[in-house]
């Protein structure tokens, strides 16, 4: 029901956008939320933004440098990140939660996508 795209290899210092698209339910009524997991290590929380958009809430490790807007008319939620490194390598993840309640743990999120590759070369 959550489709991530957008995923690929950049270079360090390089921007890519994600996107992750619902199909078979909308979620207007749901906050949204990005997060990632790189090769032995947990999911850790990426950004994540209310359903009326007003409010977001990023990692410390991506603030200033990654945005998460959303398109309630397309369904949509997009993470838009610049200044890429290669610590942020790593599969991401698109979740959904119910209510507008922003929240970095991954167990508050009922819906999620399979994910989608992103690698930073340096």
């Known amino acids: 029901q959550l489709v991530e795209s957008g995923g690929g290899l950049v270079q360090a210092g390089d921007a890519l956008r994600l996107s992750c698209a619902a199909s078979?339910?909308?979620?207007?009524?749901?906050?949204r939320g990005w997060f990632r997991q790189a090769p032995g290590k947990e999911r850790e929380f990426v950004a994540a933004?209310?359903?009326?958009?007003?409010?977001?809430y990023y990692a410390a490790s991506v603030q200033g440098r990654f945005t998460i807007p959303r398109d309630n008319a397309k369904n949509t939620v997009y993470l838009q990140m610049n200044s890429l490194k290669p610590e942020d390598t790593a599969v991401y993840y698109c979740?959904?939660?119910?209510?507008?309640?922003?929240?970095?743990?991954?167990?508050?999120?009922?819906?999620w996508g399979q994910g989608t590759q992103v690698t930073v070369s340096s």
């Open positions: 933004i209310s359903w009326t958009g007003g409010s977001t």
């Open positions: 078979g339910r909308t979620f207007l009524a749901y906050a």
């Open positions: 979740a959904a939660a119910r209510g507008d309640r922003l929240s970095d743990y991954p167990r508050e999120y009922d819906y």
